[in-house]
Nanobody, 114 residues
Framework: QVQLAESGGGLVQPGESLRLSCVAS????????MGWYRQVPGKERELVAFINGNNMTNYAGSVRGRFAISRDNARNTVYLQMNSLKPEDTAVYYC????????WGQGTQVTVSS
C-alpha cells in the first residue's frame, strides 16, 4: 500500500521560512516524479514544484526563486524549502507521486499571517 506522509506545516509570519517533508512508502521512490501542490478553499489544486527521477525541477511562477524542491532517494523523502513566505502562500500543501499511477498525501496546512 502506497502512503505519502507530509509534515512541516504550521503558522509563520510573512518573510519567514518553512520546510515541508514527504516520506513515501510502498513504492519504488527513486523512479517516481514527485510534486508539491497546494489548494485553498474554493480554488483548484495547483502545482507548486516538481522534481523527476533525474532531479529535473520545475516551479510555479509565483514561487520561483523563493521555494526549492529536493529529494533524498535513500530516505524516500521529498522536501519543499519555502523562503520569504507571503500571505498568499497560505494553503494546504499536498505531496504527489506520479509514474503510471498517481498518489496523494493527506496534506499539511501552511498559514502565513502576521
Amino acid at each position: 500500500q502506497v502512503q505519502l506522509a507530509e509534515s512541516g506545516g504550521g503558522l509563520v509570519q510573512p518573510g519567514e521560512s518553512l520546510r515541508l517533508s514527504c516520506v513515501a512508502s510502498g513504492l519504488s521512490f527513486s523512479v517516481y516524479a514527485m510534486g508539491w501542490y497546494r489548494q485553498v478553499p474554493g480554488k483548484e489544486r495547483e502545482l507548486v514544484a516538481f522534481i523527476n527521477g533525474n532531479n529535473m525541477t520545475n516551479y510555479a511562477g509565483s514561487v520561483r526563486g523563493r521555494f526549492a524542491i529536493s529529494r533524498d532517494n535513500a530516505r524516500n523523502t521529498v522536501y519543499l524549502q519555502m523562503n520569504s513566505l507571503k500571505p498568499e502562500d497560505t494553503a494546504v500543501y499536498y505531496c504527489n507521486a506520479r509514474l503510471i499511477l498517481e498518489f496523494w498525501g493527506q496534506g499539511t496546512q501552511v498559514t502565513v499571517s502576521s
